[in-house]
């Protein structure tokens, strides 16, 4: 059986990673260092609460671009 490895992502990768998912999600450029910074955590520390006082950008569309940036790392570049 053949087994291919997933390359590592640089941080070059990471940084585009996470261009897309803010584009994706709408979030604008600024939220960049703290998209990359959750995604880098751990997982498990995670906790994502909407309190439904409309904030703008709600904890939960920065934790999608999050999770787009988490599923890159893992597939590799």
Same mark, same amino acid.
Request: net charge positive; aromatic share 6%.
């Given at each position: 059986?053949?087994?291919?490895?997933?390359?590592?992502?640089?941080?070059?990768? *990471?940084?585009?990673?996470?261009? %897309?998912?803010?584009?994706?999600? &709408?979030?604008?450029?600024?939220?960049?260092? %703290? =998209?990359?910074?959750?995604?880098?955590?751990?997982?498990?520390?995670?906790?994502?609460?909407?309190?439904?006082?409309?904030?703008?950008?709600? =904890?939960?569309? *920065? &934790?999608?671009?999050?999770?787009? =940036?988490?599923?890159? *790392?893992?597939? &590799?570049?």
């Amino acid at each position: 059986m053949w087994f291919s490895a997933r390359p590592t992502p640089t941080d070059d990768d *990471i940084d585009r990673f996470v261009e %897309e998912a803010l584009v994706k999600v &709408g979030l604008h450029a600024s939220w960049a260092r %703290e =998209v990359r910074r959750q995604a880098e955590k751990d997982p498990a520390s995670d906790s994502r609460y909407c309190c439904g006082s409309a904030c703008d950008p709600c =904890v939960m569309t *920065i &934790g999608r671009a999050v999770d787009l =940036v988490r599923r890159r *790392i893992r597939r &590799g570049r």
